[in-house]
């Protein structure tokens, strides 16, 4: 018995190869009714082999008929198709939606057995009449199926296509949301027709997103850490080519970059001249800043403020920066502050705050409310890093700090590698001896770098480390400080050349003879150790004297919380670029000082600072690959052990940061705990408090999810049914192993929430799911 017409249209069309008999439908009666009222009946249409060759000779014969207006009739009016899309369709009809695949044409474009008391001539004059309309009903025809089916196979492309490259798409999203926040900065800050330059350094950081005009940049030993390093790259080189002719005129623009940055306008800009010469301008030591100052204080006379506008009007002379008094530089100074007040947050460029100038009137502005309201005024009561805290963050002002600190990395690069006393070309005692033994000099010849001209640039900067306008210090001390990042990883690549030179001249010396003197190679090498030992020790003065002397140890004690984070920072990274110099207790020691700092994100840095040379090794041992712009950091030479005593002193402090008021600061302090324990520097620990605080913290439900997890694994190192044994550390446990090490799990909660004289209805059972979900998020 087969199955009733209503049920058969209403199932999808079946997808098989097989001939099939044409299904029945319910409204096959009424449009045979309607057709037979307008069409004349006819022979039936002979066999054809496809859909096609029906189509045509369906068309030939409606052109061939008697009456064209009733062939015109047989199409549906606008209402008819819209009623008829809203019906279910026949499998006859859903071929013809599908006939992009060439494997169903064949199969639905097969004739079939036509129904009886149904003209034959009428149905294949209305498919005719279909056909030809098609493009007009398809789209709204059958859409429980055909258009259901193109819509799902075209999402589970896109899908595929997601999951292939679901990395580069978000990044190139995000990148493309950065490059938009730095054009909408470039539009709001700078004036009409600024353009990059040597006179707008600012506007060539805003427009840094754009691609380079040069074809080809050469970044030497410059990381392309992002897509700006190009024409940061260029942009610095034209700065330093100025400053090997005219240093003070490089200066200047320097100076006018930070200016810029801060909120400054180009009014505040010290003059850079209009002289194309090399040694250009003139000698008025008095800037454009400090006559303003002095007319608005009413200082000038008639006659003197005429002459001023005269001399606004004319070309301007170039400030000397040498022949500027400290009253001078006092005018500059407050003449940039008072541009700073006027200036709304949207358009300051860079500030103390990372997250911008709106976020951080934002948390001023928190702070005082929670002053009056009698709660703590401090950071500790405001979320660090929250997302409370972010939703005010400035994208533009988050990336424009990007790029300046990028911009003065690779000024500080150029500078090394361009600089006027700058040279690659080895000795001429050298090239001799690779003229005779090729092999000499494989290492490439002895590199001479400039050191002064660095040094002469950030003591320039360091002038304005201790103004009192926090953003301005924020701004000098990030730009002094990445410079000597630079600089440092310079002198890496020095020291390793130096091991190398140090190894083929130990080997070099042995192979000669007794009381013979050395040969070519072995004199070109001691030359080249020479070389690189000098060069060596005048980077490191460059970042010892002015840098750590000059600007670290007064700013890593700074009124404003981001500037002492930012100068502990740098110095986590001194300690993994140069070990040898900063994994010391003379530098360790900042660290343990700042863990007790009244301000949660220089906590944070503290603790990290101490906890990064850890993770480093852990990577390298996993054979992890470095992130780009970190090819240069000495972790090899890292000895942990350097950190013992430090470790040993601030050990009850680290303790207590467990327990520390901000999730953020409890985070990497359990961490810190954690590899400390695994590292070895807890097994002469006797202390009980220590070690019960430390393993309390995962049955404590103030602790966020990663402090628990992380005090969890902090226990399982000191259970026995955790010990190896010297047992396949990656082979799976045995189901023995696995109860056992439960069951000890168990045990340890058991007492530690019966511990003391507790009633058993007191007993906090309910924080034993904190342990079940912390196993959970435990991958092994």
């Known amino acids: 018995m087969s199955p009733s017409p209503a049920t058969r249209s209403a199932s999808p069309p079946r997808r098989s190869g097989r001939e099939r008999k044409q299904a029945e439908s319910v409204y096959d009666d009424a449009k045979a009714e309607v057709l037979l009222r307008s069409v004349s009946p006819k022979t039936p249409q002979s066999k054809v082999g496809s859909a096609k060759k029906r189509e045509s000779s369906s068309k030939r014969k409606a052109e061939d008929g008697d009456d064209d207006s009733d062939e015109d009739k047989d199409v549906p009016s606008d209402d008819e198709q819209d009623e008829q899309s809203s019906q279910p369709s026949s499998p006859e009809e859903t071929s013809d939606d599908d006939s992009d695949d060439s494997d169903d044409d064949d199969d639905f474009g097969k004739k079939t057995t036509p129904e009886r008391g149904t003209p034959t001539n009428s149905n294949s004059k209305k498919r005719s009449a279909k056909r030809t309309k098609k493009t007009q009903i398809r789209t709204g025809r059958s859409p429980a199926h055909s258009q259901s089916n193109k819509k799902n196979a075209r999402s589970r492309r896109t899908a595929a296509t997601n999951r ?11 990148r493309r949301s950065a490059h938009q926040s730095l054009a909408t900065l470039a539009k709001n800050v700078l004036p009409a027709g600024e353009t990059p330059g040597l006179s707008s350094l600012v506007a060539g950081l805003l427009h840094s997103y754009r691609p380079t005009k040069e074809e080809d940049v050469e970044l030497g030993d410059v990381a392309a850490t992002s897509e700006y390093t190009p024409n940061l790259v260029s942009l610095a080189r034209k700065v330093i080519g100025v400053h090997n002719d005219h240093p003070n005129r490089a200066q200047l623009s320097l100076l006018n970059l930070l200016f810029r940055s801060v909120g400054g306008s180009e009014d505040a800009d010290l003059s850079l001249g209009n002289a194309n010469d090399a040694n250009g301008g003139g000698s008025r030591s008095k800037s454009r800043s400090a006559e303003r100052s002095a007319k608005r204080r009413g200082e000038l006379s008639d006659s003197e403020e005429s002459s001023s506008d005269t001399e606004e009007e004319d070309d301007d002379e170039e400030v000397i920066l040498d022949e500027m008094d400290t009253d001078e530089w006092a005018r500059v100074v407050t003449d940039l502050v008072d541009d700073m007040r006027h200036v709304p947050a949207t358009r300051i460029l860079l500030c103390a705050d990372p997250l911008g100038a709106v976020h951080q009137a934002h948390e001023l502005a928190e702070r005082e409310r929670r002053s009056k309201e009698g709660g703590s005024g401090d950071a500790d009561a405001i979320i660090v890093d929250g997302e409370e805290s972010k939703k005010h963050a400035s994208a533009g002002a988050v990336e424009y700090r990007r790029v300046y600190r990028e ?19 080895a000795s001429e005692f050298e090239s001799r001896s690779r003229a005779g033994n090729a092999k000499a000099g494989k290492d490439g010849p002895i590199v001479r770098l400039d050191a002064e001209l660095v040094k002469s640039i950030i003591l320039r900067i360091i002038e304005l480390s201790p103004v009192g306008q926090p953003d301005v210090r924020a701004a000098a001390t990030l730009a002094a400080l990445s410079m000597s990042h630079a600089v440092l990883d310079q002198s890496a690549i020095l020291v390793k050349k130096l091991d190398v030179a140090s190894r083929q001249y130990a080997a070099a010396s042995k192979s000669k003879s007794p009381g013979k003197k050395e040969g070519a190679k072995a004199e070109a090498l001691k030359v080249r150790m020479e070389s690189l030992k000098r060069s ?61 700092d009244k301000n949660p994100r220089v906590r944070c840095a503290a603790f990290e600072g101490l906890l990064r040379p850890f993770k480093a090794v852990h990577n390298t041992a996993e054979g992890k690959a470095r992130e780009v712009g970190d090819e240069n950091l000495m ?70 999810a990663t402090v628990q997890k992380d005090a969890l694994y902090f226990i399982l190192d000191q259970l026995e049914a955790f010990d190896d044994g010297g047992e396949n550390e990656k082979a799976a446990p045995n189901e023995r192993k696995r109860a056992q090490q439960l069951d000890a799990i168990a045990s340890y909660a058991a007492h530690t929430l019966t511990n003391g004289p507790v009633p058993i209805d007191k007993i906090n059972v309910k924080v034993s799911d904190l342990l079940v979900n912390s196993l959970r998020e435990m991958p092994e």
């Not at 090394?416 to 006393?421: F, N, V």
């Not at 010892?544 to 110095?571: A, K, W």
């Not at 052990?641 to 359990?670: C, N, T, W, Y």
């Open 407 to 425: 911009f003065w990395y690779a000024l500080g690069h150029v500078a090394l590698t361009d600089g006027g006393m700058a040279t690659t070309g």
């Open 635 to 704: 972790i090899e030479k890292i000895d942990l052990s350097a950190l013992e005593h430090v470790v040993g002193k601030f050990l009850p402090r680290i303790a207590d940061a467990v327990m520390d008021p901000v999730g953020q600061v409890q985070e990497v302090a359990m961490s810190l705990m954690l590899v400390l324990l695994k590292g070895g520097f807890l097994d002469e620990v006797s202390e009980d408090k220590l070690w019960d605080q430390t393993n309390q913290r995962c049955l404590a439900e103030d602790a966020p």
């Open 536 to 596: 060596v020790e005048d980077l490191e003065e460059v970042v010892l004297g002015p840098v750590v002397q000059g600007l670290f140890v007064h700013r890593y004690r700074d009124s404003n919380e981001h500037v002492r984070t930012m100068c502990i920072e740098s110095l986590s990274r001194f300690s993994l670029q140069r070990p040898d110099i900063f994994l010391t207790d003379k530098y360790l020691k900042y660290f343990g000082w700042m863990m007790h």
């Open 164 to 174: 292939n490259r679901f990395g580069t798409t978000a990044k190139s999203a995000t």
